[in-house]
């Protein structure tokens, strides 16, 4: 695994094959505020993960120039919105915008083709039905923001893909989403995931 300081950045884009970039805080560096553009010329790029800096906004057009993206980590910044044009990123599996200050979730959402979405410790208070047309979404991670137990809808519960649900540290309790409308489906969708990896290992 590659760390590089914000000063040897330009070096790694020169080499047009890289697979891998990690830029954050070395040797107590100043965090890392604004990304260069010339980010976007790395096309092979697969994994990205840009933890603990002061970033607040992305530039834009940032994803769709990223199209081999499979892994984004933007957890520990100072994002207050969703990053944009992450749907045009079709190759992309996980996604960790935890620890930011995302307070809501766009329509758009339902364009993404992640399999995991970590959005623990930011401020998001409502959920917007259009997740639930994520169809590779299996983890969602929603602890500690501001949900009520009506933002967690029966189309989000039912009509979803998802089994796995972490939305501790919200404003209500486990107990009271347990007897929520679709939550069933979840479990559900558990059991299937879990079957299906025991098909692959020959468990059945």
């Known amino acids: 695994m590659a760390t590089v300081s914000s000063q040897s950045v330009k070096f790694f884009f020169l080499i047009e ?43 834009t057009g940032l994803f769709t120039s990223l199209s081999h993206l499979k892994t984004l980590s933007l957890a520990s910044n100072h994002l207050t919105a969703f990053p944009e044009g992450l749907g045009t990123s079709r190759h992309l599996d996980v996604v960790d915008l935890s620890d930011n200050k995302i307070r809501t979730l766009p329509e758009s959402v339902s364009e993404l083709q992640v399999v995991e979405l970590n959005m623990n410790k930011n401020q998001v208070a409502s959920i917007p039905v259009s997740l639930s047309r994520c169809s590779r979404l299996k983890v969602l991670r929603l602890e500690e923001n501001c949900l009520a137990l009506a933002a967690i809808t029966p189309q989000l519960l039912k009509e979803s893909q998802i089994s796995l649900l972490a939305v501790e540290g919200n404003l209500f309790d ?31």
């Open 174 to 204: 486990a107990k009271q989403l347990r007897e929520a409308d679709g939550y069933d489906q979840v479990f559900h969708n558990q059991l299937k995931t879990m079957s299906t990896s025991c098909i692959g290992l020959q468990c059945v």
């Open 17 to 59: 094959n890289i697979d891998f970039l990690q830029i954050s805080i070395l040797y107590f560096l100043c965090s890392l505020g604004v990304l260069p553009s010339e980010l976007s010329q790395l096309k092979k790029l697969e994994v990205l993960i840009l933890n603990k800096n002061s970033l607040k906004v992305l530039p």
